[in-house]
């Protein structure tokens, strides 16, 4: 530790889930007698402060003239108007989603330049932390260290003998029969080399305008087609037993984390008429964003009320148009991870959080993914047989009940995920990355 307390700065994208894991390893940081600021998107106020924090906001786009909105509204109204393009294959969503989605980054970056600068330059900071995709100039300006935060799969730290981030396709890096092995390979590096070229035609002219600008306000050019520079020190979060084998290992600024999970949830308790019901517990979520889509959250509690097991629904902000079954029960939010604790199983969209949350706490998953790196964790958690990867919007319930089925009894997964629970937690990562920030300001 430090010999003096630090001024950390934290930086996270508006969504709950990069927010979340600031806010964990930010509750070590502030136990540890550091001062803690966030400069999260201005939706988040008043709902860190009471965690201990300072707030000092910005905003990525023109305040609305109404009400204020809840947090991370933004992002969930932009996912409830483009649902219909998760429907796509990957390969489709590079050009009416995920490009769509730089651009809406972008103009934030560009947008609260200055904001962010004043900021920078009022809270004095010892050490900047970000846990975002984009950059943000004013924090490699700053002159002093920046730390950067990767919660989303590990693909997006790109590697040419990986898939590419966001494909959903399979590594292939499983032990397999040498013949199936080398037809397997030959046919991920042709669906990989397709997706990379499309991704580079659909956003080739964007990033090199976006890192003119960055190059402009005084910070490096971007690393080619990336839309985010590393930091002095990086942090991933990404257990080891689900990590990519890189044939060229990371360098010694990357750190990872088997996980990091908040400890500020409150305790949760099982409603009375599921605790004393039959059947599995099973958890339920489409994040905070997943859960916008509300057709597919019906479909979902539909198919599961046909089955005799009890569910915990997430039903996040559209909660008052769902009506859930009555084996389950639901709120707009839960303690995920004093919830994720007392299931049997998880079904999840796959946001990074809930995926090394459910291995951290031993859980086996059923992934219904939806968008951005949701398809890379779904696929890697069924190639590494730690759960069942579903089509979100083409699943029968036939496959999704067989999974369920299949899952539950499966004994030996649930030994091995309890072996691996055991391993992540002894790693202890949200304190392990606070070690990392704290060595990092003071280099």
């Known amino acids: 530790m430090p010999g003096r307390p630090l001024t950390v700065l934290f930086m996270p994208e508006s969504a709950y889930g990069p927010t979340n894991n600031c806010i964990g390893i930010g509750d070590v940081l502030r136990r540890r007698g550091h001062r803690v600021v ?46 219909p393009e998760f429907r796509k294959p990957t390969i489709e969503q590079l050009d009416t989603w995920i490009r769509p989605v730089w651009a809406e980054l972008i103009s934030g970056a560009r947008y609260c330049q200055e904001q962010l600068a004043e900021i920078v330059a009022r809270t004095r900071p010892d050490v900047i932390v970000e846990d975002n995709v984009i950059s943000f100039p004013a924090l490699l300006t700053a002159g002093v260290p920046f730390v950067r935060i990767v919660s989303c799969n590990p693909l997006e730290v790109a590697d040419p ?29 042709a669906q990989w080399a397709e997706f990379r070229a499309e991704y580079d035609r659909v956003h080739r002219a964007m990033w ?16 080619d087609l990336e839309f985010i520079h590393s930091g002095r020190a990086n942090l991933y979060v990404y257990p080891e037993i689900a990590d990519y084998r890189r044939p060229r290992p990371l360098g010694p600024g990357w750190h990872r984390l088997d996980s990091s999970v908040r400890e500020t949830d409150e305790p949760f308790t099982l409603p009375g008429p599921l605790a004393g019901g039959g059947g599995a517990l099973i958890y339920f979520s489409l994040g905070s964003l997943g859960s916008a889509d509300v057709a597919l959250m019906r479909r979902v509690i539909d198919s599961l009320a046909a089955t005799p097991h009890r569910y915990i629904v997430s039903k ?8 859930l079954a ?19 199983l998880v079904i999840t969209h796959g946001g990074n959080n809930t995926t090394t949350e459910c291995l951290h706490f031993g859980k086996p998953m059923i992934v219904l993914p939806l968008f951005w790196d949701q398809h890379d964790n779904a696929q890697r958690v069924d190639e590494l047989g730690l759960g069942v990867r579903l089509d979100a919007y083409r699943f029968t ?18 030994d091995r995920l309890a072996r691996t629970a055991a391993d992540i937690q002894r790693c202890q990562g949200l304190r392990r990355a606070a070690d990392v ?6 280099s």
């Open 38 to 83: 966030f400069a999260a998107e201005a939706s988040w106020k008043g709902r860190l402060e009471p965690l201990g924090f300072e707030e000092d906001l910005v905003d990525l786009s023109p305040p609305p003239e109404q009400a204020p909105q809840d947090a991370g509204a933004f992002w969930k109204e932009f996912i409830a108007s483009t649902a």
């Open 161 to 189: 003998a990986l898939p590419p981030a966001f494909s959903g396709y399979p590594a292939g890096d499983q032990d397999q029969q040498k013949q199936a092995e080398q037809n397997q390979a030959q046919h991920n590096q």
């Open 208 to 223: 090199a305008e976006f890192s003119d600008w960055v190059a402009s306000q005084g910070a490096p050019p971007l690393p």
């Open 316 to 323: 996040g902000p559209l909660h008052a148009e769902l009506d």
């Open 326 to 344: 009555s084996n389950m029960y639901g709120a707009e939010f839960l303690p995920q991870t004093s919830v994720i604790p007392r299931a049997d």
């Open 397 to 414: 319930d036939a496959q999704l009940h067989g999974a369920l089925a299949r899952l539950l009894g499966d004994t030996a997964l649930r």
């Open 437 to 442: 920030i704290e060595s990092t300001a003071g």
